[in-house]
């Protein structure tokens, strides 16, 4: 069965950065992918990044581009999400989602998700 475990969230003040961790496991194939997500209560789920597995092919949101980094690590299965120059609009809940599908799929139509890391960003 595929699990996927979020780590790395916590507080940062504005101007700082975090590394969130998405360890991958219990995929057979090759063509998959995985996306960061984020919620804020109250709000839709957005996606945030994705990286398609078999080349690394990485996309990101207009919120967030050029300033997180989407990576995989070959060697443990493990996807990063480094972000840079955070600021409180950044707040959320990150959900990291892998499945068999393009990276251009919306949020619900992953099957596969983890529970979440909590990131905040004072102001």
């Known amino acids: 069965e595929v699990q996927l475990v979020e780590s790395g969230g916590g507080l940062v003040q504005a101007g700082g950065s975090l590394r969130l961790s998405c360890a991958v496991s219990g995929f057979t194939y090759d063509d998959y992918v995985i996306g960061w997500f984020r919620q804020v209560p109250g709000e839709e789920r957005e996606g945030v990044s994705c990286?398609?597995?078999?080349?690394?092919?990485?996309y990101y949101a207009d919120s967030v581009k050029g300033r997180f980094t989407i990576s995989i690590d070959n060697g443990d299965n493990t996807v990063s999400l480094e972000m840079n120059s955070l600021g409180p609009e950044d707040t959320a809940l990150y959900y990291c989602?892998?499945?068999?599908?393009?990276?251009?799929?919306?949020?619900?139509?992953?099957?596969?998700w983890g529970q979440g890391t909590e990131v905040t960003v004072s102001s």
């Open positions: 990286i398609q597995h078999r080349d690394g092919s990485a």
């Open positions: 989602g892998a499945d068999y599908l393009s990276c251009r799929a919306n949020w619900y139509l992953f099957d596969n």
